[in-house]
């Protein structure tokens, strides 16, 4: 028998049962401002032999002092294999309880630090990885069937979200757009002019900064910005959807979210990102211009005549192709992880950091496709 002393006035009784059966009988004042005892005191009763152990309760009141003493004995018997009977606790500590073992234990980060547990989290990644691949294609599957059914005139799609999809990740991109656009076609410039004017070829800084934007730069780097402010966004709102079982309610009313929700915003990407890629060029190019006109006294009408030639139909084709495929790859990623987010707000968040991550990815993949596929057929 174990007593609180003064005024802690806990007691705590262990009795036999039988030969593999425990008694704990909990009685007084279990709270957090008592000197409450620590799990030490049952490890010599909870033997090997004992595989059974039940409750008794005369409590005059407790806390969360009380419930912290539970869960541990809980967890020993477990780790010990003993069953245990809850029955003889107060009903308002078992529901808090059962509560608590119906939540998941959380991931602490740092929790573990050798090197074993980051091969372990690193083998974990790529397991998922695998995993998640069967779940992209259905996804992408779906998406292809919707634009089947958008084509035949039987989609459950609204224009009207096709327009709002527009002016969100069109016009209110344009600030973001316009700063980095200038500032990459600036280094362009200047790495350029750093290299050519060793041969006395400044002018061909037209050239490098012109093609370079148009056809790759451009894209790449609008894509990258798109992934991480409207793909992020794309995921949240679904995600967000989810969590509040909006999405199970269109399922329910015989609504597809894939034709309702997630064609709006691919088609809006494919459609607004090869305008923002132009966009993006010509602004990358103004860039070359300024630093080329004023650092390394290029003439204006010079320059610009060069740019003319350098340039060709087929550069601006590439370009668009690119941003085209680039919006895609950022719609399917957002959309992806929003609908795959789970039923809490962590879960939002994850939904959106994954987002960017894979659309960054699926940007990088194919535009190493791409480049490979257009020098093959010359273009």
Excluded at 25 to 32: D, Q, T, V, Y
Excluded at 189 to 204: E, H, K, M, S, T
Excluded at 258 to 267: H, K
Aim: hydrophobic share 50%.
């Amino acid at each position: 028998m174990t007593t609180g002393k003064h005024k802690q006035q806990w007691r705590l009784e262990t009795r036999r049962l039988d030969a593999h059966s425990l008694e704990v009988s909990f009685a007084g004042r279990w709270r957090l401002d008592q000197d409450l005892p620590s799990i030490e005191v049952l490890k010599a009763d909870l033997s090997d032999q004992l595989t059974r152990l039940v409750f008794t309760a005369d409590l005059s009141s407790w806390d969360t002092g009380f419930l912290a003493f539970l869960s541990a004995l809980l967890k020993l018997c477990a780790a010990r294999g003993i069953r245990v009977e809850q029955e003889g606790l107060p009903q308002g500590v078992q529901h808090l309880l059962a509560m608590a073992r119906a939540v998941p234990e959380q991931k602490i980060a740092g929790r573990e630090r050798d090197g074993q547990a980051v091969f372990s989290r690193v083998g974990a990644a790529v397991v998922a990885f695998f995993q998640d691949v069967p779940e992209m294609l259905r996804f992408l599957g779906e998406i292809i069937l919707s634009l089947q059914r958008l084509v035949a005139g039987r989609a459950q799609f609204r224009g009207s979200d096709l327009w709002l999809e527009i002016e969100e990740v069109g016009p209110r991109a344009l600030v973001i757009v316009s700063l980095i656009s200038f500032l990459v076609g600036l280094i362009l410039a200047y790495l350029g002019a750093d290299q050519l004017r060793l041969v006395g070829a400044q002018i061909f800084i037209a050239d490098l900064v012109s093609i370079g934007m148009v056809r790759e730069v451009g894209a790449l780097m609008t894509g990258i910005i798109i992934a991480g402010r409207t793909g992020s966004a794309f995921a949240a709102q679904l995600g967000t959807m989810q969590v509040n079982e909006e999405i199970d309610a269109f399922k329910t009313l015989g609504i597809s979210p894939v034709d309702f929700l997630v064609l709006p915003r691919v088609l809006a990407l494919m459609l607004v990102v090869p305008l923002l890629t132009l966009y993006a060029s010509f602004v990358g190019m103004l860039a070359g211009l300024l630093v080329s006109t004023t650092i390394f006294d290029i003439g204006l009408f010079e320059y610009y005549h060069q740019t003319i030639a350098a340039l060709e139909l087929k550069h601006f084709m590439v370009g668009l192709a690119k941003g085209s495929v680039y919006g895609a790859m950022v719609a399917y990623a957002g959309c992806l992880r929003g609908i795959q987010c789970g039923r809490s707000a962590e879960a939002v968040g994850e939904a959106a950091t994954s987002a960017v991550v894979t659309g960054i990815l699926l940007i990088t993949i194919s535009a190493s496709i791409l480049t490979i596929i257009f020098y093959q057929l010359g273009i």
